[in-house]
């Protein structure tokens, strides 16, 4: 399995935003997206996302481009922005029978993703009454529903107490052992640890960076 992203190009007015991303990922990667505020990851996300469209450039994967083949994307690929895009007065359990089949998601609770993502301390809470983490969490959950190969993570982490990052880290870590691939744009240190290779967007570009936990380095260079 294998995703390549090539010559992806978007502007907002007279502002280029992105002018030409390429990266090539393997099976069991995960790559860590880095860069300033306002550099464009999150955009870079939700161009693969299917969330808005590019100027120009493909999304391939194992050579099928999923920005035409928009069904395919929707099995292949698992999208957590920033925000909980989640329904403010239903429960978590009503949330993920949106997604999941009913015999689906009890498996899941009971020895799935959705247990280590920990969900069942939670499942009859309305999301309206959820901590951050417990919204972060569950919308993960949503978005893993079909076990997508290809994960794209903005700041999943992002305000989260050391529990919820635990469980958070002990799913990439084990999506990457059965093969998964995770892009993963982010600004924090326990995220960057889960990374095999990093980039970071500068210029419009993505550039290369040996991030070898030396924060101090990887502040000076974005």
Known sequence: MEIEI??????????EVLKDINLTVKSGKCIGILGANGTGKSTLLSILAGIQSADAGEFNFDGNNLFKYTKQRATLVGYVPQGTPLIEELSAKDNLLLW?????MEKELENGVLKMLGINEFLKVPVSKMSGGMKKR??????????????????PMAALD?????????????????????????????????????????????IPFDYTG???????KL
């Open 214 to 220: 030396n924060v101090k380095e990887l502040v000076e």
């Open 100 to 104: 999941y089949k009913k015999a689906d």
């Open 138 to 155: 569950l919308s993960i959950g949503c978005a893993i529903y079909n076990h997508p190969p290809v994960l794209l993570l903005d700041e």
């Open 162 to 206: 050391l529990a919820c990052k635990q469980n958070i880290s002990e799913y990439i870590e084990k999506h990457k052992e059965n093969g998964g691939i995770a892009l993963l744009a982010t600004h924090d240190v326990l995220e960057l640890k889960l990374c095999d290779e990093w980039y970071i967007i500068k210029d419009g570009i993505l």
């Open 6 to 15: 090539r010559n992806i190009k978007k502007k907002y007015k007279s502002k």
